[in-house]
């Protein structure tokens, strides 16, 4: 009789772990909620296109601008996302900043049934990296972390507010050949240079690939691989509003979705104030 008791708790204990369990997982399968759209003035003018530039990145410049680049010296993109955190996947809203000369600052928020659970900030400014993420710690001026930090900023403009990125002449370009080409970056060692692949029909960008470093820890760099799978028209201008990022060949532990990126909008504020 006593054993049967035991048993029947522990099935009782077990049924109860399994429904809380199933959850918390359900959780984590709602979308988080959008942000609200941020007001911006939008470009403040046109500038030339660079004369210099590879056939197959000129294509590309030419697909999302046409015959002259937006005059961009900020930008604020929003959306949401899914992240993968120590093997925990998440729902994410995300706000990053940009300004053209000093860096980015990246505000996200983790929900669980659209609530946030979990603050994100990671600012990369005047060359500084600094990082607060509750589950994997903090970080500050560490210059690996500086590096992969400055890998970020320029890919994320490249994909998402490419018009400062043309504009900078400390970008160059080699060609690789007629659908891939080479961005090297400012004061970056050269295996940190970008690896871009262009479509051949819409000759729109559809893979950035480069070596990285996953963290402070890290002894040598990693392939860190996005993957464009969707573009779409954002104020007036083509965006890749679907994307994914990977290591090696690793599942993508992120998967990106564009919603708005607000052209010339006020950073200043946010840059400067490291926290939630």
């Known amino acids: 009789m006593l054993l049967r008791r035991i048993l029947r708790v522990i099935a009782i204990i077990a049924l109860v772990l399994i429904v809380l369990l199933g959850v918390a997982w359900l959780g984590f399968r709602i979308p988080a909620p959008r942000y609200p759209e941020v007001e911006a003035p939008g470009a403040s003018g046109r500038l030339p296109l660079p004369a210099d530039l590879p056939a197959p990145v000129m294509r590309y410049v030419r697909a999302v601008f046409g015959d002259s680049l937006p005059q961009v010296g900020s930008a604020i993109a929003v959306g949401r996302a899914t992240i993968s955190m120590n093997g925990l996947v998440m729902p994410v809203r995300f706000r990053i900043y940009y300004d053209a000369q000093r860096g980015y600052y990246h505000d996200m928020q983790a929900t669980w049934f659209t609530l946030p659970i979990l603050s994100v900030n990671e600012r990369y400014l005047d060359g500084v990296s600094t990082i607060d993420i509750p589950i994997i710690g903090y970080s500050n001026d560490d210059p690996k972390t500086n590096a992969a930090a400055r890998q970020g900023f320029w890919s994320e403009m490249l994909a998402w507010v490419p018009a400062i990125v043309f504009a900078d002449p400390r970008i160059m370009w080699e060609?690789?050949?007629?659908?891939?080409?080479?961005?090297?970056?400012?004061?970056?060692?050269?295996?940190?240079?970008?690896?871009?692949?262009?479509?051949?029909?819409?000759?729109?960008?559809?893979?950035?690939?480069?070596?990285?470093?996953?963290?402070?820890?890290?002894?040598?760099?990693?392939?860190?691989?996005?993957?464009?799978?969707?573009?779409?028209?954002?104020?007036?201008?083509?965006?890749?509003?679907?994307?994914?990022?990977?290591?090696?060949?690793?599942?993508?532990?992120?998967?990106?979705?564009?919603?708005?990126?607000?052209?010339?909008?006020?950073?200043?504020?946010?840059?400067?104030?490291?926290?939630?």
Not at 181 to 198: G, K, S, V, Y
Not at 202 to 221: D, P
Not at 227 to 250: C, F, H, K, M, Y
Request: net charge negative; no cysteine.
């Open 175 to 276: 060609a690789i050949d007629e659908n891939s080409a080479r961005m090297i970056l400012p004061d970056a060692d050269q295996t940190e240079n970008f690896t871009i692949t262009f479509d051949p029909e819409t000759g729109l960008m559809s893979t950035l690939t480069t070596l990285r470093y996953q963290g402070a820890e890290s002894t040598e760099r990693t392939l860190w691989q996005n993957q464009i799978t969707e573009w779409s028209e954002l104020n007036g201008i083509r965006v890749p509003v679907r994307s994914s990022t990977q290591w090696a060949d690793a599942a993508p532990w992120a998967q990106w979705e564009i919603e708005q990126v607000a052209l010339n909008a006020a950073v200043t504020e946010r840059m400067e104030h490291f926290g939630s």
